[in-house]
């Protein structure tokens, strides 16, 4: 019978070691990921602009100046439906687009996007969150993150008016349970008119369900033509 002996024993100590320093090491890094507000630029209720550190890019070509009315007529001109496997879109097709700001979400976030991009930084982007209460209780959110580089707009999108079911009773034992999306599926975001795209790009952060869909606009062609063609 083979003995275990203290070497084999060290190893699996170094080995159980080495595994324990990885997991702290993922664990921070992905707790470290969350942006940290540097500016706040507009906060009412649950509607929120603020600026933070880019974490992709120190290439930024702010402060720029926009409009609310050029901001507005730009989140107008983005589009979004809902993802549908092969077996749906054989027998319904795609899902409908929609605009992914009505106009009481541009009323809100326009003026303030526009001040963002005014104060923002190269090494900063703004980010934005639109929330409200449904008639059935729920909360309804979109967010996201916009920057400028060059003739480029980037406008980031995590989720698109998802519905979040009402906060727990406190009352009962689960009320430390987060606050999960009940109807958050994936979505394919664009922009119209498509020949002011440059690039849709789309992904999920590691380790988490976030969606992330980028659009980079240029963003200065697309105005041209906005205002020779009003959107609906």
Sequence with gaps: MRKWNGGNNRNVT???????????????????????????????????????????????????????????????????WKQR??????????AERTRAFRNEEVTVLAPALSKALELTSPDQRVYFHLGHVTEYGE??????WLSIRGNLLY????????????????????????????????FHVTFEPEE????????????????????QIRYREALDALTKTPQP
Aim: net charge neutral.
């Design 14 to 80: 170094w080995f159980v070691r080495t595994v324990l320093i990885l997991s702290i090491g993922l664990v921070t890094g992905c707790a470290g990921a969350s942006a940290i507000p540097q500016t706040v630029i507009y906060k009412s209720g649950l509607n929120r602009v603020y600026l933070e550190k880019d974490p992709d890019s120190v290439s930024n070509t702010h402060p720029v100046t926009l409009t609310p009315s050029e901001v507005g007529s730009l989140l107008r001109g983005v589009r979004v």
């Design 155 to 186: 406008l980031t999108l995590s989720e698109v008016h998802d519905r979040h079911s009402p906060g727990p009773d406190i009352s009962k034992y689960d009320r430390q349970m987060p606050n999960v999306p009940e109807q958050a599926p994936g």
């Design 196 to 215: 002011h795209l440059y690039k849709a790009r789309s992904g999920w952060r590691l380790f988490t369900l976030d969606q992330r869909e980028e659009l």
């Design 85 to 94: 496997n092969f077996v749906h879109r054989l027998y319904s097709g795609e």
């Design 139 to 144: 909360e309804e959110t979109t967010s996201g």
